[in-house]
Antibody
Framework: EVQLVQSGAEVKKPGESLKISCKGSGYNFTNYSIAWVRQMPGKGLEWMGVIYPGDSDTRYSPSFQGQVTLSVDKSNSIAFLQWGSLRASDTASYYC???????????WGQGTTVTVSS | DIQMTQSPSTLSASVGDRVTITCRAS??????LAWYQQKPGKAPKLLIY???TLESGVPSRFSGSGSGTEFTLTISSLQPDDFATYYCQQYNAYYTFGQGTKLEIK
């Protein structure tokens, strides 16, 4: 079964750093890009960026450029989303999704909820 | 950036109704358009890709149409499990989601 499994919920203080993960299984992880999507409480879906595990080529949405960093550990089939200094406005659910060229985002992780509060 | 606009934002309907959701792109995305269903607290689920192709396992009461800048998602006969929020997404130039349409029980 193709699946993406994300790390658990996080509660952090403003200014702290954070790295969340997304582990792929059931397919060749290196061959499919991983996209990250933010959903703020009660709001819609926002594309953050996409990374290709084969060569770590990364593209960011202009709205998130410089705010987050995407990376991968392809030997362990894990993608990461990280923040250097969290803000309260980073409170949201974050989803990873597999990018299939023709299908769009065809497999999604279960989501990681990040809460940033003093 | 390509903007995606869905209408309506909220739709009230009954079991058995036929409903249609519209999605408009600010510029042509050809047929690079997907539809997703999301239930509260859950990840989105891919329903339709390439504007009109049903993802494997998705019931045939769902259908999509359109190309260029205008697209529709139709549910032919609403079932209780269909009450959720629906998003369109273009993937012609990276990704942009519509703002969502919440389908509520009337």
């Amino acid at each position: 079964e193709v699946q993406l499994v994300q790390s658990g919920a996080e509660v952090k203080k403003p200014g702290e750093s954070l790295k969340i993960s997304c582990k792929g299984s059931g397919y060749n992880f290196t061959n499919y890009s991983i996209a990250w999507v933010r959903q703020m409480p009660g709001k819609g879906l926002e594309w953050m960026g996409v990374i290709y595990p084969g060569d770590s080529d990364t593209r960011y949405s202009p709205s998130f450029q410089g705010q987050v960093t995407l990376s991968v550990d392809k030997s362990n089939s894990i993608a990461f989303l990280q923040w250097g200094s969290l803000r309260a406005s980073d409170t949201a659910s974050y989803y990873c999704a597999r990018r299939e060229v023709f299908h769009g985002l065809d497999v999604w992780g279960q989501g990681t909820t990040v809460t940033v509060s003093s | 950036d390509i903007q995606m606009t869905q209408s309506p934002s909220t739709l009230s309907a009954s079991v058995g109704d036929r409903v249609t959701i519209t999605c408009r792109a600010s510029q042509s995305v050809s047929s690079w358009l997907a539809w997703y269903q999301q239930k509260p607290g859950k990840a989105p689920k891919l329903l339709i890709y390439r504007a009109s192709t049903l993802e494997s396992g998705v019931p045939s009461r769902f259908s999509g149409s359109g190309s260029g800048t205008e697209f529709t998602l139709t549910i032919s006969s609403l079932q209780p499990d269909d009450f959720a929020t629906y998003y369109c997404q273009q993937y012609n130039a990276y990704y942009t989601f519509g703002q969502g349409t919440k389908l509520e029980i009337k």
